[in-house]
């Protein structure tokens, strides 16, 4: 039996992302937003996987390590630990825009490795960003979708909510 899940970006959805063309390159530099940690406790407590699915050119571009990558990882692991929740797993695209690949977002491949690797339903799961690449991914997988920013173009989430703690809240009214 599948299970449901919400599927996360990372930069601008679980932390403070860098600033543009810059790149998250020591656990240090991994903020955590307001309440988000909070809020993926209450997700896990309404009965959702969670995962990451992330874009890291970075990588691709010299600029961020793969062992930071992993460090990050385990900093978000340890601050969950005493709430009681972990992300099940994390996926990153670490290519760059010119590779063509089909895991960078706004391609679905990131959450149809997630759906594969966590036994996940992605028509009963969610995908949840801050840009319009993550409300695209989220809908070639078949995943609902909801776009953590108070404005952002032309993207068309099935919801849209103004922080990671007002989509928590949604999800345990919903269940």
């Not at 899940?5 to 530099?29: F, M, W």
């Not at 909801?146 to 922080?163: E, F």
Request: hydrophobic content about 45%.
């Amino acid at each position: 039996m599948s299970r449901r899940a919400v599927l996360l970006d990372r930069d601008g959805t679980l932390n403070v992302p860098a600033a543009p063309h810059e790149y998250v390159t020591e656990p240090e530099g991994f903020k955590w937003l307001p309440g988000v940690p909070e809020a993926l406790a209450r997700m896990s407590r309404a009965g959702y996987v969670l995962g990451v699915a992330s874009n890291q050119r970075g990588v691709a571009r010299g600029l961020v390590r793969p062992d930071v990558l992993a460090a990050i990882e385990r900093r978000i692991q340890d601050d969950l630990a005493p709430l009681g929740v972990s992300i099940a797993a994390f996926r990153y695209c670490l290519h760059d825009l010119d590779a063509n690949c089909g895991c960078r977002k706004p391609r679905p491949g990131l959450l149809r490795m997630l759906a594969d690797d966590l036994d996940v339903d992605l028509e009963q799961s969610w995908m949840v960003g801050d840009t319009a690449t993550d409300v695209a991914a989220g809908r070639a997988a078949g995943c609902r979708t909801a776009l953590v920013a108070a404005s952002n173009g032309t993207a068309r989430p099935d919801l849209r909510v103004a922080s990671l703690t007002a989509f928590a809240e949604h999800l345990a009214d919903a269940t």
